[in-house]
């Protein structure tokens, strides 16, 4: 499957939160932390990326469980 650094951060970012649920962007933080300090730069800049993504993602579920809660449906 052919797809762009954007669209793979975005499939990691779901992955990440089925996995790991409320603990997945500490997860991926951690991951970011370990490449950088094995000076992969780029692949922590990498994981910095799926960590936005993930906290994106979940204040998107958050507001959307609250519209729904809101208008009783």
């Known amino acids: 499957m052919n797809v762009t650094?954007?669209?793979a951060v975005t499939i990691y970012a779901r992955a990440s939160i089925?996995?790991?649920g409320e603990k997945a962007v500490e997860?991926?933080?951690q991951k970011a932390?370990?490449?950088a300090a094995r000076g992969d730069?780029?692949?922590a800049e990498v994981f910095k990326?799926?960590?936005a993504e993930i906290a994106r993602l979940?204040?998107?579920h958050k507001r959307r469980q609250t519209f729904m809660r809101?208008?009783?449906g």
Do not use: A, I, Y
């Open 33 to 35: 932390d370990t490449l």
């Open 5 to 7: 650094l954007p669209q």
């Open 41 to 43: 730069n780029e692949g």
């Open 27 to 29: 997860m991926t933080r």
């Open 58 to 60: 979940q204040q998107s």
């Open 49 to 51: 990326k799926v960590q």
């Open 70 to 72: 809101s208008t009783g």
């Open 18 to 20: 089925s996995w790991f």
